[in-house]
């Protein structure tokens, strides 16, 4: 006797409930057109035609927040793996350019310019692989993207873990990831009554409305950037919807700072 798979177990003479609906909403997948009412079947399981509609729109749901779930951590890694790669590029063209200037002070050769080239070619996948990121951030966390930009955005991801780790850290974490082991020497050296400034900001200095502030006025844009960013990202996990405001109010306190 053939067995059917149906959201809610599997069915040949009998009925066999599942304990998982998540589970069996995975597995309904049959290899011929089923010939009897799934309705039916599940009123015997559930009682009325109510409860059955009820419990298909509760497991419906589950399993699409799991899939959506699933599908932003694999593009959490995938924009990770692309930054790590950026920054071993980036060491690449730096180590190179270095060996390429040393070359060309002893001689210029066809080896010189064959370098040259490789080292050209090295910017052109570096831009590549941004392009990518800026893509990627885009789709996984618009309003930290249009915050922040994808490079600073998966660098926070990275510190993180997860975009869901991002969004449960408070402000005051986020404004110092990147820069733990500042915060560790300098806790280290308070511990032994010694004078240490803890830092003001990690990854997210590399923002142009931080890094080009007065340094005395940079503190300040952090700790207001780190806040915008725990809201942003919980939009970004929670939602996902653009919310425009954040970005015009990151633009506007830095204009205030200017002044």
């Known amino acids: 006797m053939k067995k059917w798979k149906v959201w809610f177990g599997e069915i040949d003479e009998e009925i066999e409930a599942s304990d998982n609906l998540v589970s069996s909403f995975y597995a309904a997948i049959n290899d011929e057109p089923i010939p009897f009412s799934i309705v039916e079947r599940g009123v015997q399981i559930f009682g009325s035609e109510e409860e059955y509609y009820r419990n298909l729109r509760k497991t419906a749901v589950v399993a699409g927040e799991k899939l ?24 690449s063209i730096n180590l190179l350019n270095e060996k390429l200037r040393d070359i060309v ?7 010189t310019d064959i370098l040259r080239e490789k080292i050209d070619e090295l910017r052109e996948l570096r831009n590549e692989i941004e392009k990518e990121i800026e893509l990627v951030i885009s789709k996984v966390c618009p309003n930290l993207s249009e915050m922040l930009g994808g490079v600073i955005s998966a660098g926070l991801l990275e510190k993180a873990g997860s975009l869901e780790r991002l969004a449960m850290l ?3 974490t986020i ?17 032994k009554g010694k004078v240490a400034r803890p830092p003001k900001h990690g990854i997210i200095f590399q923002h142009k409305y931080v890094r080009t502030l007065p340094k005395t006025k940079r503190g300040k844009m952090a700790r207001f950037l780190a806040a915008k960013i725990a809201i942003a990202s919980k939009i970004d996990y929670f939602s996902g919807e653009l919310n425009p405001e954040l970005s015009d109010s990151i633009k506007h306190r830095f204009e205030e700072l200017l002044r």
């Open 68 to 91: 959506v779930e699933e599908e932003l951590k694999r593009e959490d890694r995938y924009a990770v793996m692309l930054l790590k790669s950026l920054d071993q590029v980036d060491e």
């Open 105 to 111: 002070e002893i001689k210029e050769s066809k080896v």
């Open 170 to 172: 408070p402000a005051s």
């Open 175 to 191: 404004q110092i990831l990147g820069a733990e082991r500042s915060l560790f020497r300098a806790k280290a050296r308070m511990k």
